[in-house]
């Protein structure tokens, strides 16, 4: 019997349970997906408050996890991150500002390295991984004395949550054509964005903040629109090769729900982390410390 299941295997989930094991505790991640058929592998990985409610305790998060992202940033083949400096058209939060400087200067983590990464962290601290597919969060009571609810869009489903609803980005993977930094127009809740994110593997284009569309399947006359608008930002990438597309659902709701409850058999606690919408590699480790406390009754 673990100390806590973690259910969800995407970063949020993942990193709930690294910093958990890595304080000593026994922790098993049962997923329906593993981490590289998460929404997070599919994720541009932007380390920026985007998407997110409320703002401010978002922010704190934020500002919390940024330090541990930077420091990740010194071993970038080993953990995907890197810092990168961009531009963010509209306002910059003030404190975030502080940070990331002028121009900013932020995280920018390659998923497909990042996950692997996360998971092997929690593998060398004693944790283990499950595919476990749950009809309902009570079906992992009595499991561990602590359950943690990373689920993300699932939560709908299985809390259940009717406030979680998808916020679908579709993104062009392209043949970088010599762009360095990153570009993003994201503001506001318009669902059109432009974005630029510069990985070895590739030039990530956005992208779409359609709320409330559920599908997976990527649209082309989306991907034509997509590269069309990244091209009147930086014109050589209207010849740039298509390597693939990507689509992910968002799992937003009106505000993260970060908080702890008994579940219906009266034994065993449940700590909620999931409705982060776009921010969830952002907010990840602040939000996984917050974890730690509620599981220790903080």
């Known amino acids: 019997m673990s ?21 000593g505790r026994e922790v098993a991640v049962w997923g329906a997906e593993f981490e590289g058929e998460t929404t997070s592998a599919v994720a541009g990985g932007l380390v920026w408050p ?7 305790e978002a922010l704190e998060w934020a500002v919390e996890s940024f330090p541990l992202f930077a420091a990740l940033a010194e071993e970038p083949s080993a953990t995907g991150v890197r810092l990168v400096r961009g531009t963010m058209v509209g306002g910059v939060p003030p404190r975030w500002a502080e940070l990331t400087g002028t121009p900013p200067r932020t995280p920018l983590v390659d998923m497909s390295v990042y996950l692997p990464y996360l998971r092997r962290r929690l593998l060398a601290a004693g944790g283990s991984v499950e595919r476990r ?10 499991a561990a004395p602590t359950v943690v609810n990373c689920t993300g869009m699932g939560a709908r489903r299985i809390v259940p949550d009717p406030q979680v609803r998808p916020v679908r980005g579709q993104l062009v993977v392209v043949e970088n054509p010599g762009v360095e930094e990153w570009y993003a127009d994201a503001g506001g809740e318009a669902e059109e964005t432009t974005y630029l994110l510069p990985h070895p593997s590739g030039l990530l284009l956005g992208g779409t903040a359609q709320d409330g569309a559920w599908s997976r399947e990527p649209e082309s006359t989306t991907a034509e629109w997509i590269i069309r608008r990244c091209a009147a930002v930086r014109p050589e990438v209207a010849e740039a090769r298509v390597r693939g597309h990507r689509v992910g659902l968002r799992p937003f709701r009106p505000r993260v729900r970060l908080a702890v409850e008994t579940m219906a058999d009266g034994r065993t606690r449940c700590v909620h982390n999931y409705g982060h919408g776009g921010a969830g590699v952002t907010v990840a480790w602040g939000c996984a410390r917050r974890v730690a406390q509620l599981v220790e009754g903080v």
Request: hydrophobic residues 50%.
């Open 133 to 142: 597919e749950l009809a309902t969060l009570g079906e992992a009571a009595g």
């Open 50 to 56: 985007y998407r997110i409610a409320p703002e401010e």
């Open 3 to 23: 100390d806590v299941v973690v259910v969800g295997g995407g970063v949020v989930g993942l990193t709930s349970a690294v910093v958990l094991a890595e304080q």
